[in-house]
């Protein structure tokens, strides 16, 4: 069963704060208290279900962070996120009544930041799906990149973090392995092997999916993997000469 088919329903009978709970309980008709901690809503939620609802809040976020809403974008959403066509009108519940509402990306990013803040690198894989949202209409502007890297901040992910995602978006044949692996031209080749043995335990689908990134995403995840994988295969060749 998909992820996305039972995320109102679902997330019913759990005890939701924060501003996804105000989210959902617009949508139900509940009366979720303001009150409630974020940390609640982690401990009677799914992981999955979270990650879920964090994608589509942030990705309707950012589909207006350029002034446009384009049927590009709004196709991406769905074709990107893999949500089956007899789910998407619950999922497009979600996704306009964030979209509408006047509550900003910030509060969403904070509260995804609490919920997620022992697991930084789930943290990244949502960095990388926005930009894989973001990409949809074959460029990313610079109103999207400004709220991608603002919402990695709010999650405390640091510059050289947010390059490395963002870098690991490009073809094997142009990326940057050295901003991939987070490491310099003149690092010893030890020293980058060691960043590299460590990302890619933290970056490892089966890991990620242990920790709540849904099967219909985990694609983006083993893309990072290959940008990884390519990266230390052409710093070992250009140390080697």
């Known amino acids: 069963m998909s992820i996305w088919g039972s995320l109102i329903g679902g997330m019913v009978g759990f005890s939701l704060g924060g501003p996804?709970?105000?989210l959902l309980g617009s949508l139900i008709g509940g009366k979720i208290s303001r009150a409630r901690s974020a940390s609640s809503f982690r401990s009677f939620g799914q992981p999955q279900q979270i990650f879920a609802l964090s994608l589509i809040v942030l990705s309707a976020k950012l589909s207006k962070a350029d002034g446009n809403v384009s049927k590009e974008e709004l196709v991406a959403v769905k074709n990107k996120l893999k949500i089956p066509d007899n789910e998407i009108d619950q999922v497009g519940k979600i996704f306009n009544q964030a979209k509408?509402?006047?509550t900003g990306y910030e509060p969403y990013a904070q509260q995804i930041a609490q919920i997620y803040k022992n697991n930084p690198n789930v943290l990244e894989e949502v960095i990388n799906i926005l930009f894989y949202i973001a990409e949809a209409d074959g460029h990313v502007s610079q109103s999207e990149l400004n709220m991608i890297q603002h919402i990695g901040q709010i999650f405390?992910?640091?510059e050289i973090q947010l390059n490395s995602i963002k870098e690991s978006r490009k073809s094997s044949n142009k990326l940057n392995p050295y901003i991939v692996l987070e490491s310099k031209p003149e690092d010893d080749l030890k020293i980058i092997r060691?960043?590299?043995?460590?990302?890619?335990k933290e970056h490892h689908p089966?890991?990620?999916?242990n920790k709540g990134i849904p099967a219909e995403v985990i694609e983006e995840s083993k893309k990072?993997?290959?940008a990884i994988n390519s990266a230390w295969n052409k710093i070992q060749e250009l140390k080697s000469t």
């Open 20 to 22: 996804f709970g105000m």
């Open 100 to 102: 509408k509402e006047k």
């Open 156 to 158: 405390g992910l640091n």
């Open 194 to 200: 060691k960043k590299y043995i460590k990302l890619s």
């Open 206 to 209: 089966d890991l990620l999916m």
């Open 224 to 226: 990072k993997m290959r």
